[in-house]
């Protein structure tokens, strides 16, 4: 969680805090790269080794990885570069949340299966309800936005501008990289590796929910104050997951918002509501699945 939220915090950090260097957040970063490769190596070295005759080539293996991946996390030059590192890094933070999983006898729950009417009704619903819910989440935060700057406290309850601005985002290929890195932490590290871990250890959903929620907000620092918003964003996915499970309807919703997101800020007007118009009947006709019986009776 620490390794999740960690460069966010220093970002915000460096946008309240005028004697912070603007590379903090990026040589925090590079510090968590460090953590991640070496931890990484260690337990899948620790779960694939079975003979010393596949030791070195694994060994090599990681080792190369290893340097790939902190030469792309390290301070960047260029936004494109500093947003190639953030996507390595979350994926990579991603596999490591998945191989913790593997090493505490649990594994994340893909939830994407479409061999039958049953799994695809139920694989539609989920992935439908995920984005609807990115879709309040995200409306919310514009609305507590708008109305705080319509106050004249945006300025100092609001350290962003817009989300665009405060991720950096200014081609897609960037925007598709950040939310690449957005996806792979927050659902795979923030909702679903941790639910997975929190319900083995039997804590109490109130914990689950509370350790979730807060690992959100703090994620969302740059945002200012708005990023308590993010509370309601975060128990809505912690909700579905327990409820559903399924890691990969889960990211696909929000890859999906991520992506209506994206087509506003480089599309035509036009274009971009298309996709979000269509998207959301899909979402809609998805979820309404929710009360449709199964077969037998069962809701």
Not at 23 to 45: D, N, S
Not at 60 to 85: D, K, M, W
Not at 208 to 233: F, S
Request: hydrophobic letters at 55%.
């Amino acid at each position: 969680m620490a390794l999740a939220s960690g460069p966010s915090l220093a970002t915000g950090t460096t946008r309240v805090v005028e004697a912070a260097p603007d590379v903090l957040a990026e040589w925090v970063r590079f510090g968590g790269a460090l953590i991640v490769t070496v931890w990484l190596a260690g337990v899948v070295i620790a779960r694939t080794s079975h003979g010393s005759r596949r030791q070195i080539p694994q060994q090599l293996g990681f080792g190369l990885g290893g340097a790939v991946f902190l030469y792309t996390t390290a301070p960047a030059s260029t936004a494109l570069a500093q947003h190639l590192g953030e996507a390595v890094y979350g994926c990579a933070l991603a596999w490591l949340a998945v191989e913790v999983c593997r090493s505490q006898g649990v594994r994340l729950r893909p939830g994407f299966a479409i061999w039958d009417a049953e799994q695809r009704r139920r694989t539609w619903m989920v992935t439908s309800l995920s984005y609807l819910i990115c879709v309040v989440s995200g409306f919310l935060t514009a609305q507590i936005t708008a109305g705080l700057q319509a106050l004249g406290v945006g300025e100092a309850l609001v350290v962003g501008l817009d989300q665009r601005s405060s991720i950096g985002v200014v081609t897609v290929a960037d925007g598709v990289l950040a939310f690449v890195t957005t996806v792979a932490i927050e659902d795979v590290v923030i909702v679903a590796a941790a639910v997975t871990l929190l319900a083995a250890a039997r804590r109490p959903a109130w914990q689950v929910y509370g350790v979730v929620c807060l690992v959100e907000i703090a994620l969302h620092v740059y945002m200012g104050a708005v990023a308590l918003t993010i509370a309601l964003y975060a128990a809505g996915r912690v909700w579905l997951y327990r409820r559903y499970g399924g890691v990969v309807p889960l990211l696909v919703g929000h890859l999906l918002f991520d992506l209506t997101v994206l087509a506003n800020w480089t599309a035509p007007a036009s274009a971009s509501r298309l996709l979000a118009g269509g998207l959301a009947v899909a979402a809609v006709c998805g979820a309404a699945r929710l009360w449709t019986p199964r077969r037998g009776g069962e809701t």
